[in-house]
């Protein structure tokens, strides 16, 4: 069965240093999604990608933040600068349609110390 | 701007028993609603998508329920499981063409052997 796949699983780094969490969508999916959740929080959403460009963002989604789907496969996102509060478990999501199911990665957990 | 709330936030409950999550939202302007099943320290597992012009969906023993109108969703889960142990959690779809997710907190279920 088709999946969402992100790398790496669990990512430990310096604030202030840039980090690139990547995503491997489903295949035929046309529409890609980062979300993220704080230990503890609801699940909150942060860009929403299709047709190579930024179709909604989220308050949380500042200039610290960028997408990017550099081929036809990988769907990244980076944040420049990290600060203590970016840590959090990152979810990506992609689905085939605007009325279609979304389907969620396992996640990638960052830790910024 | 749209609150997902999911009562209660956690269950314990003996094997077998039929059981029932709630979820409400405060806009009833929405597109779709989608339950997912969230194990400890894991992704978004999707259980069901119901569609805005739908008023139940079922997969299986699951049977999810909405009303547009009340701001409410069901989830029933039949003859329930220990390997149903997880958090489950509403999210509805908003903004710009129903493009985005909005989460409830999740209901932590526990079931008992």
């Known amino acids: 069965e088709p999946e969402v796949t992100q790398t790496p699983s669990h990512q430990v780094t310096q604030m202030g240093q840039e980090v690139i969490l990547r995503c491997v969508p489903i295949?035929?999916?046309?529409?890609f999604y980062w979300y993220r959740q704080i230990l503890g929080q609801k699940v909150e959403f942060l860009v929403s990608f299709y047709n190579n460009e930024i179709s909604e963002k989220s308050e949380i989604f500042d200039d610290q933040f960028s997408v990017e789907r550099p081929d036809g496969s990988n769907f990244t996102l980076k944040i420049r600068s990290t600060k203590l509060e970016d840590s959090a478990m990152y979810f990506c999501?992609?689905?085939?349609?605007?009325?279609?199911?979304?389907?969620f990665g396992q996640g990638t957990r960052l830790t910024v110390v | 701007k749209q609150e997902v709330t999911q009562i209660p936030a956690a269950l314990s409950v003996p094997e077998g028993e039929n059981l029932v999550l709630n979820c409400s939202f405060t806009?009833?302007?929405?597109?779709?609603l989608q339950w997912f099943r969230q194990d400890p320290g894991k992704g978004l597992t999707s259980l069901l998508l119901?569609?805005?012009?739908?008023r139940e969906q079922t997969s299986g023993r699951l049977n999810a329920s909405l009303d547009k109108s009340s701001g409410r969703s069901t989830l029933y889960i039949a003859a329930s499981q220990p390997g149903d142990s997880a958090t489950y959690l509403c999210?509805?779809?908003?903004?710009?063409?129903?493009?985005?997710?909005?989460f409830g907190g999740g209901t932590r279920l526990m079931v008992k052997p």
């Open positions: 999210a509805v779809y908003v903004g710009n063409a129903g493009n985005m997710l909005t």
């Open positions: 999501a992609s689905r085939t349609g605007g009325n279609t199911e979304a389907f």
């Open positions: 295949s035929n999916h046309l529409y």
């Open positions: 119901i569609q805005s012009s739908q």
């Open positions: 806009d009833s302007a929405i597109y779709n």
